[in-house]
């Protein structure tokens, strides 16, 4: 499981995620529907977010091997991993899932609602960052992509070209419903 906002998704979120699924048999890429940790709310909708997030996953050629589920832009409420995790169980009883996280969302893990449940339910692998110290869950090193959700829409916003930071059909998608300021 690969969960985020991805407000909005980019390159460096498929190079995770193509990374993920050479080390596991199927990798569920989950967009968060309303994060309760966030300082500030996502700008595109959750709606908005999934298109995104299965359209630039779509452009990838895994399928069959990754999967983009609604299942918390389907929720109403807060998006609390732990229901996730709950609910991926009901429905698939026979599999062992594996939380993937970046090393800040690890060092955050304690403040998760019902962490300690969580952490039952789930192992935990925190992809790590050369150069970052190592946290209290097992590790996989990628190299990640110097790319975030936060430049990309001050890009967009500039008029600047993003082709090198989204997938092309991300980029018509945003474009599109004038998102992040590009009309």
Do not use: C
């Amino acid at each position: 499981m690969f969960g985020g906002t991805f407000d909005p998704i980019h390159l460096g979120h498929l190079h995770l995620i193509k990374e993920i699924s050479s080390r596991f048999d199927n990798v569920l890429v989950i967009p968060t529907g309303t994060p309760w940790l966030k300082e500030h709310k996502p700008i595109a909708s959750a709606q908005q977010r999934f298109q995104m997030a299965d359209l630039a996953v779509t452009s990838m050629g895994l399928a069959g091997k990754v999967e983009v589920l609604p299942i918390e832009v389907n929720r109403a409420g807060n998006s609390y991993a732990i229901d996730t995790v709950e609910e991926l169980r009901e429905k698939y009883p026979n599999t062992n899932f594996t939380l993937v996280l970046g090393t800040d969302a690890a060092k955050n893990l304690p403040n998760w609602h019902k962490s300690a449940d969580l952490l039952k339910l789930v192992k935990v692998l925190v992809i790590n960052r050369p150069g970052n110290q190592s946290s209290d869950y097992e590790e996989i090193n990628i190299k990640a992509l110097d790319i975030s959700s936060t430049k990309v829409r001050i890009s967009i916003a500039n008029r600047e070209n993003v082709s090198n930071l989204l997938p092309a059909k991300v980029v018509t998608f945003i474009r599109e419903f004038g998102l992040y300021g590009s009309r």
